[in-house]
């Protein structure tokens, strides 16, 4: 079966600066691997998705298939980038809403 | 306006009845999810449809039930049966299951208390 581990639940950093949030994944097959981010009081939507290789909001992740990780990361943080992220995965060729979630990891972006 | 709306926002239930949880999507979408949110644990996946008149049960379908008559709604039910409901729940759709370039939309959002 599929994991996602995000073995951050907190993580705080100051404006300005680099931002890592880390996620590990297994599974036996060919994974999709996607970030999903909640701001407060809005829905949780898709901030990127790995077949695509493109930078949402100065945000950018690559797949390691070596290590099994998808890790996000921006170079400059900001103080609106504050939100819940979430990693998850989808099995490739199968219905791309059925995902398999990480634990979180709440960033918290200080002035 | 489209999108995903779940309703109540905020629902109490008495230990030992079955509660339904609403969700209607207006994007012409063909697969729905529910997903159950608790402190840590992430999103965990209960049940998914991919066409109406079929679904199937995720990682933790005991004590739900489902059902989809019509493409737009997915009702989920949460039954006596279930001994943790307490939790925010999460409906999501996806335009089409086997499109790579698909995402899930997610609703707002019900929380689900039982006193």
């Known amino acids: 079966a599929q994991r996602v581990t995000q073995p951050e639940k907190l993580l705080s950093v100051f404006k300005g600066a680099p931002v890592e949030l880390k996620c590990n994944y297994s599974?036996?097959?060919?994974?999709?691997l996607f970030w999903y981010v909640q701001y407060s009081r809005q829905r949780l939507q898709l901030l990127l998705r790995?077949?695509s290789r493109e930078s949402i909001k100065g945000f950018t992740a690559d797949l390691n298939k070596g290590e099994t990780s998808f890790h996000l990361k921006k170079p400059f943080a900001q103080e609106e980038d504050s939100a819940m992220y979430y990693c998850?995965?989808?099995?490739?060729?199968?219905?791309?809403?059925?995902?398999?979630f990480g634990q979180g990891t709440i960033l918290t972006v200080h002035p | 306006d489209g999108g995903i709306t779940q309703s109540p926002k905020y629902l109490f239930r008495k230990e030992g009845q079955n509660v339904t949880l609403s969700c209607e999507q207006n994007?012409?979408?063909?697969?729905m999810y529910w997903y159950r949110q608790d402190p840590g644990q992430g999103l965990r996946l209960i049940y998914y449809?991919?066409?109406?008149?079929?679904?199937q049960k995720g990682d933790i379908a005991e004590g739900y039930s489902v059902s989809r008559e019509k493409k737009e709604s997915f009702p989920l039910t949460v039954t006596s049966a279930q001994k943790n409901p307490t939790a925010f729940y999460l409906c999501?759709?996806?335009?089409?299951?086997?499109?790579?370039?698909?995402?899930?939309?997610f609703g707002q959002g019900t929380r689900l208390t039982v006193v």
């Open positions: 999501a759709s996806s335009i089409r299951p086997s499109n790579m370039n698909t995402e899930a939309f």
């Open positions: 599974y036996s097959g060919s994974p999709e």
């Open positions: 790995h077949i």
């Open positions: 998850a995965l989808s099995e490739w060729g199968t219905s791309y809403g059925k995902l398999t």
């Open positions: 994007l012409n979408h063909d697969a």
């Open positions: 449809s991919q066409i109406v008149n079929d679904f």
